[in-house]
């Protein structure tokens, strides 16, 4: 395509028609439908999503595959976002959106941490990631990938692994393998966190110690009496604890700091 792909923006675009067709059978896109694409790249998802929508928004920090795609496509079929997805304004599309995209694997994690602030706009999300990111993502606790990712997303997001990628559909070819997932914004967290920033911070905490004990771990946010007031043993590892346990402790460190202001 005379395009020489950027490694800084996580190029490898997706050749394989075979997973292109997966994953516009998972979105199943409807004429109705607001649909945003993170990352167009040379359009291997784009065209086929406009062969099923009327209109289309993108966002691509490539200046040079965002002026391709604009001369292939008016604006009323495509607009064209050239903006970095990491601070684009996501509730600028309205509300019920459906967002997709084979994400550049560098910056996936801020990324979904970017989106998750949007949650109550969008009506679900499918996004190729590396493998091993949509693993953590899909994570109950006490499994060997469940961490910050997994507690902080499923606070806000329903989330299913829909099916692998091997890294020969790509080019280049990534050295991980990839999944495709898809989320779904709950329609209200249970139970709410009080500050979500707490509840950022807490997990945070946790799972940088995530071999120690949550006596040890969670000193400082927690002690011992107020873990075992909650209900929860103070000799389980951050990695034991729901997300519902998350939230009742940054709440529970909330209501201290609001008794003793
Ligand atoms: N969707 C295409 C495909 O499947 O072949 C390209 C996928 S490629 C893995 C990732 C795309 O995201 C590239 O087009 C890249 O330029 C774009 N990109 C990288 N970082 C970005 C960012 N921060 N904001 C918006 N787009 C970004």
């Given at each position: 395509?005379?395009?020489?792909?950027?490694?800084?923006?996580?190029?490898?675009?997706?050749?394989?028609?075979?997973?292109?067709?997966?994953?516009?059978?998972?979105?199943?896109?409807?004429p109705g439908?607001?649909?945003?694409?993170?990352?167009?790249?040379?359009?291997?998802?784009?065209?086929?999503?406009?062969?099923?929508?009327?209109?289309?928004?993108?966002?691509?920090?490539?200046?040079?595959?965002?002026?391709?795609?604009?001369?292939?496509?008016?604006?009323?079929?495509?607009?064209v976002h050239r903006a970095d997805a990491l601070e684009f304004d996501f509730s600028?599309?309205?509300?019920?959106?459906?967002?997709?995209?084979?994400?550049?694997?560098?910056?996936?994690?801020?990324?979904?941490?970017?989106?998750a602030r949007f949650a109550a706009g969008l009506r679900d999300l499918h996004f190729m990631l590396q493998r091993e990111v949509v693993e953590r993502m899909v994570s109950t606790p006490s499994g060997s990938a469940y961490g910050r990712l997994s507690v902080m997303l499923q606070y806000r997001?329903?989330?299913?692994?829909?099916?692998?990628?091997?890294?020969?559909?790509?080019?280049?070819?990534?050295?991980?393998?990839?999944?495709?997932v898809r989320m779904a914004p709950l329609a209200q967290p249970e139970p709410v966190a009080m500050d979500e920033e707490l509840l950022a911070a807490v997990v945070t905490r946790a799972f940088t110690q995530r071999r120690k004990t949550l006596r040890n771990a969670l000193g400082g946010v927690v002690d011992e009496t107020e873990?075992?007031?909650?209900?929860?043993?103070?000799?389980?590892?951050?990695?034991?604890?729901?997300?519902?346990?998350?939230?009742?402790?940054?709440n529970l460190a909330s209501r201290r700091a609001g008794q003793a202001a």
């Open positions: 395509m005379g395009h020489v792909p950027r490694k800084r923006f996580g190029q490898h675009f997706l050749h394989d028609r075979h997973t292109i067709a997966k994953i516009l059978d998972a979105l199943d896109p409807r439908d607001r649909v945003v694409e993170i990352g167009p790249g040379l359009g291997a998802l784009t065209r086929p999503l406009l062969e099923r929508v009327p209109h289309l928004h993108v966002v691509e920090i490539d200046r040079d595959l965002a002026a391709r795609l604009e001369q292939e496509y008016g604006p009323e079929r495509l607009t600028l599309m309205g509300s019920n959106l459906r967002v997709v995209g084979n994400l550049p694997y560098n910056v996936s994690t801020p990324l979904l941490f970017h989106l997001f329903e989330m299913e692994k829909l099916f692998g990628v091997a890294p020969g559909c790509f080019r280049p070819p990534p050295k991980v393998d990839s999944a495709v873990l075992q007031s909650l209900g929860i043993n103070p000799g389980l590892r951050p990695e034991n604890l729901t997300v519902a346990d998350y939230v009742r402790i940054a």
